[in-house]
């Protein structure tokens, strides 16, 4: 049956379809509606989600060992935090196959960096593959378990957003069950004691040389020959932006197998086209090896080594040419910059903290990102998940160091960051007793990526009901003892807070709690939110003074009148009365909407 | 022959079950097709497009710079933004619908005057007074569904079997509903 799919939806279609029973991964764009779709063969599939990538990987690990068919899938910047596993797995090799998606991000629409994990392949001496459409996604999840199973090696399939979010037709088929492979107690494979791991070393470099043989005959790797002036090299989108430039003008090398790269076919095909383009996005992967088997390219000495290689950025390189587009008042447009959403529960803490002098915010990954942006500018830096509090007690110490210095170190991160990689980074700041301030944005979700259920929020992926974990308890097993929970939308509340903790020489924990507006409220929420997103707040037009400073909540819902030089409360507002408290004159008013 | 259609708005406004229903019936009538959205921080309130491509063989599911051949806008200044996208012979259909964005609503900045005065000058626009004809049909949402209309009409596609490809895709209660925007929305072409 044929069907119109995203590369994330057919990914989750090879999954079902290669038997896999076991899944696992930590939300992250462009690779989050993988396991979100794997989860809907719920009959078949086990997919969870785990706190992180490490901790998803290591699961699909042990899956593996025990004889299940099983993939984890993260973004590309998730990997890193997975590759401690993903290195050793590699060693010992898989019982039932294993495979690793990483979803990369070239052009950076939603991350924070640009790193090419096709490197990973190579530093892990692992296996890997390249789809270049949602076709290729589904059919090569199936290669890739085979060639796991076969050659003894996790396999990663790199993709990238184009490729995970570009939706195109997919022919589906059946789910092929492989059953349970048996578990044998192997410690010489599995235990990496050095005795055994020096062993497994040399058999990693055999893997290599017997997969360099599969990457020269597979036909995922397959030359199409046109033209011989001119020979294009590509993998991945890399190969539809590519075909969209020079259609059948040139030939190409499409490389769908790039780990080991096939070095056989590299040389036929460069030793026989006068001219060679090699075509890729971010590193300069495949033209390093076609560099080093002797051949002179054009890569990246003419195309850009940052962001996407598009066919119009192909065609202005190869040919300095552009479209011909209409000119135009551009410079009329204003922007429209992602902004916290009318009712978020981070608005009104952002609203205090940016009221701070002598802070510094050290930030972490999430919606509450947008806390460093305008009107708040409440956030100094953020490097990773969980970093916030550990680059946090960091600055902390070094601030603590200099006797007159008045800085204070607020580390703000939300709910899944925190269980992420926050809490042990926590235990760094009781350990090592540094007076850094912890705020934990509980909003009960995971909400940047879309939603996705969390240790805390009482659910597991597949709609089980599970022990929510206490981020208050679990705070104070940390060792933290000035712990406060507080509602982020009472600014009284907040500030008094922000007060408590500042004035503390010790370490302590506060925690906003307060829903996503965005969230689909399960029952435990109604009761504890009573009444949540149900109220409305308005201005009464006689009483604003048009002073302005409710439009410093920085909330979509409330703008201001230049006929009136009134502020107006649009629709969207769903009462969370921030704006209300912020009012000098008690213009804004609570009503049932 | 590749076509490209353009679908712009801000997030929330439904461009996603447009281009959804666009690129079903396109696929339904033996048309390769191929789609990009970008996801992920642009949801909150940020300016979302839906790239759609379709003929006998479509490889790049990207639009190029000057490539659209249709630029559907569901919000006035976004269409301005996206222009640059579109052929220099290409058509507009443009939303008569304003939505501020943050550094408007702070007073920063003015919604800009005078955009479908430009649009016009420069390229054979059509503009739709989608929020009031969905007002009409007693929903606002359905505004998303009348623009697709008007796309379907322009792009000469009317005659794929979109009865069946809404009631396929939408649920069931809102199927007359959205049957009704897509003529609304072919009638104003």
Redesign the interface.
């Known amino acids: 049956m ?1 069907k ?1 799919l995203t590369g994330n939806e057919a990914i989750a279609r090879g999954v079902y379809e290669a038997g896999v029973k076991y899944a696992s991964a930590y939300p992250g ?2 690779s989050t509606e993988i396991l979100e779709n794997i989860a809907t063969y719920k009959q078949d599939i086990l997919a969870e989600w785990a706190p992180n990538e490490k901790v998803a990987l290591e699961a699909v690990i042990g899956a593996s060992i025990a004889g299940a068919r099983a993939i984890a899938s993260m973004k590309h910047v998730g990997v890193n935090v997975a590759a401690d596993p993903l290195f050793t797995y590699a060693y010992t090799g898989v019982n039932a196959g294993m495979v690793l998606i990483t979803a990369d991000e070239p052009g950076q ?2 991350s924070q960096n640009e790193q090419d994990n096709r490197n990973y392949a190579k530093f892990a001496k692992v296996a890997m593959l390249e789809p270049t ?1 949602s076709q290729e996604c589904k059919d090569m999840v199936k290669t890739a378990f085979e060639v796991s199973e076969e050659f003894d090696t996790p396999v990663i399939i790199r993709m990238t ?2 490729v995970c ?5 997919v022919e589906c088929g059946e789910r092929q069950e492989v059953g349970f492979k048996p578990y044998v107690k192997d410690v010489k494979k599995y235990l990496t004691v050095p005795a055994h791991a020096r062993g497994l070393r040399v058999k990693v470099e055999e893997r290599l040389h017997k997969l360099r043989q599969y990457s020269n005959t597979t036909p995922l790797n397959f030359i199409e020959w046109n033209d011989t002036k001119v020979g294009v090299i590509a993998s991945g989108a890399c190969y ?2 590519a ?2 430039v020079f259609g059948n003008t040139v030939s190409y090398l499409k490389l769908g197998f790039t780990h080991p790269l096939p070095d056989e076919k590299i040389k036929e095909f460069a030793g026989k086209v006068e001219k060679l383009y090699v075509i890729e996005e971010n590193d300069p992967y495949i033209e390093e090896q076609v560099r080093i088997l002797g051949f002179d390219c054009l890569g990246k000495n003419l195309f850009p080594y940052n962001g ?1 290689m ?3 950025i192909i ?1 202005k390189a190869v040919f300095g040419q ?5 000119a ?3 410079n ?10 009318a009712g978020c529960p981070h608005r009104g803490f952002f609203y205090q903290l940016g009221k701070r002098k002598n802070v510094l915010v050290s930030g972490d990954i999430g ?1 509450y990102t ?1 806390g460093f942006a ?2 708040y500018n409440a956030m100094d830096y953020n490097i990773c998940m969980g970093a916030s509090i550990s680059c946090g007690h960091g600055a902390q110490q070094v601030f603590s160091m200099q006797k007159d210095s008045p800085m204070r170190v607020v580390a703000v991160l939300g709910d899944s960051t925190f269980f992420h990689t926050g809490v042990n980074s926590l235990l760094d700041v009781t350990y090592n007793r540094s007076n850094t301030i912890t705020v934990i944005l509980d909003n009960r979700i995971t909400g ?3 939603h996705q259920e969390n240790p805390g929020s009482g659910y597991t992926l597949q709609g089980m009901e599970t022990i929510p974990v206490d981020i208050e308890k679990l705070v104070r097993a940390c060792g933290i003892e000035n712990v406060k929970t507080v509602n982020p939308n009472d600014l009284a509340a907040m500030n008094e807070a922000l007060d408590w903790a500042l004035s503390l020489d010790a370490p302590s924990v506060i925690i906003t709690r307060w829903p996503c507006v965005l969230k689909k409220l399960s029952q435990q929420d109604k009761e504890e939110f009573r009444g949540v997103f149900k109220t409305h707040c308005s201005v009464d037009t006689e009483v604003c003074v048009g002073c ?1 400073l409710c ?1 410093k909540t ?1 909330c ?1 819902a ?3 009148d ?1 006929t009136t030089k009134k502020s107006n409360i649009s629709g969207d507002c769903v009462g969370c009365e921030v704006c209300l408290q912020v009012c000098p004159k008690q213009a804004i008013k609570k009503e049932e909407a | 022959m590749v076509k490209s259609i353009l679908l712009v708005g ?2 929330g406004q439904g461009t996603i079950l447009a281009s959804k229903l666009l ?2 019936g396109l ?1 339904e009538a033996g048309y ?16 979302v497009s839906s790239q759609v491509r379709y003929g006998e063989k ?5 639009i ?4 659209a051949d249709i630029l559907v806008s569901f919000e006035k ?2 269409a ?2 996206w ?6 012979n290409g058509k507009v259909i443009v939303n008569n619908y304003q939505i ?8 920063k ?4 005057e005078g ?1 479908i005065e ?1 649009l016009s000058s ?2 054979q626009t059509t503009v739709a007074d989608a929020a009031k004809h969905a007002a009409e049909l007693g929903n606002p949402k359905v505004m998303n569904v009348i623009l697709l209309g008007a796309t379907i009409k322009s792009m000469g596609l009317e005659s794929l079997h979109w009865d069946k490809i809404v009631r396929d895709n939408v649920k069931e209660q809102f199927a007359e509903l959205n049957l009704k925007a897509l003529q609304v929305g072919m009638g104003l072409v």
């Open positions: 044929k119109l764009t462009p629409h939603s459409d957003t184009r979010h570009a939706k195109a037709i539809s932006y075909k969209e996407e598009t066919s119009d065609r552009e479209n011909p587009a209409i135009y008042a551009e009329k447009v204003v922007p429209r910059p992602p902004a916290l959403c919606c947008l305008e009107p940047m990526t879309g302005k439009l920085g979509p409330v703008h201001f230049k | 801000v997030g690129t079903t696929m390769d097709v191929k789609m990009s959205e970008i996801h992920g921080m642009s949801q909150r309130g940020g300016s479509v490889e790049s599911p990207v190029e710079v000057g490539g200044m976004e301005l933004r222009l640059k996208y579109l052929k220099p501020n964005s943050m550094p408007i609503l702070s007073g900045f003015d919604y800009p955009i430009e420069k390229v």
